[in-house]
């Protein structure tokens, strides 16, 4: 398994399809759309690429080299403002033609040192080609579908319920709540007037829906352990106090909606054909690692184990 292409598991990727990923707020950015009656913007004027930008030493500077130093150095012009960031790329690439002139003319590109870095980053830039065009233009709608298709039937069912609570600083505070509640004493009017969760003094302690593990380990065992309707006979502790749970309902967790996940079913059909092209590109190579120590370590490192 390459190490180039970050190893990850389903939940890193976003498809743990039940709790993770899915009941969570989606891992990649999604398309804002323009609000109804806001006016479009103009359309640019397309740009041909091989326009000349600027001329240094006799050499032509183009609009697509100038896209690419706009691209390669997005991060250094993060902050600028939008409309300086295209003479601050043209500034760069001018001064980067000048130095490498410098350096060329000193003989550096012919240092072995120069001349290794210069062939790994070559290797390491053809390897991103082939992730591009190989693996990632080539996805296709239905293998994304299928993907989500097969998480969706490979994740259990999950139940998620619905509780309420009321959140004291001692144990007996808590008992005696429950005592009252065995006496007939409304739950949500106990709350309002006891607990010590600012969010549930005034809607009578509602915590809403939740999954398995999202509150801490304690008040989810009792919680989910609890019938509709009743709450608990016993304090539960936990870092934050005393409570008294109560349950108000149960309901199995829907599923995520297709369009809510594609980007990240898609991720995990291209992480799936990488690794797959890897294996087989890896099992047709010649590959010798005559340190025998150092092959173990990156036969472990790459098996995972």
């Known amino acids: 398994m390459s190490l180039l292409f970050r190893r990850a598991s389903l939940a890193s990727l976003g498809l743990a399809f039940g709790l993770s990923a899915f009941s969570l707020s989606p891992l990649m950015a999604q398309e804002t759309k323009p609000a109804q009656g806001d006016a479009a913007a103009p359309t640019a004027a397309p740009v041909d690429p091989n326009a000349v930008v600027a001329t240094i030493n006799g050499e032509k500077l183009t609009e697509a080299d100038l896209a690419l130093a706009e691209g390669e150095l997005s991060q250094q012009f993060a902050q600028m403002p939008p409309e300086q960031r295209r003479a601050a790329a043209l500034s760069a690439a001018i001064e980067i033609r000048v130095m490498a002139k410098k350096a060329v003319d000193s003989g550096l590109d012919k240092d072995p040192d120069f001349q290794r870095r210069m062939a790994f980053l070559q290797a390491r830039a053809l390897h991103g080609e082939v992730v591009e065009k190989e693996v990632v233009d080539k996805v296709t709608d239905a293998e994304v579908r299928a993907r989500y298709d097969q998480e969706i039937a490979n994740t259990p069912p999950v139940n998620e319920v619905h509780a309420r609570h009321i ?14 509640l065995d006496g007939g004493a409304d739950f949500q009017k106990l709350a309002n007037e006891h607990t ?66 594609k980007d ?29 120590k150092l092959k173990k370590d990156v036969d472990t490192l790459e098996s995972g184990k």
């Open 196 to 261: 010590n969760d600012p969010s549930g003094k005034t809607n009578g302690g509602d915590l809403g829906w939740f999954g398995p593990g999202q509150m801490v380990p304690e008040f989810d065992k009792a919680a989910f352990a609890l019938d509709v309707g009743k709450y608990t006979k016993e304090p539960v502790q936990t870092q934050f106090g005393w409570h008294v749970i109560k349950l108000e309902d149960k309901r199995a967790k829907q599923p995520p909606a297709f369009d809510d996940v």
């Open 264 to 292: 990240q079913a898609k991720q995990a059909v291209i992480r799936d054909k990488y690794f797959a092209m890897v294996k087989d590109l890896r099992a047709a190579a010649k590959v010798e690692i005559p340190d025998e």
């Open 167 to 180: 959140l004291v600083k001692t144990k007996e505070e808590a008992e005696a709540i429950i005592k009252q």
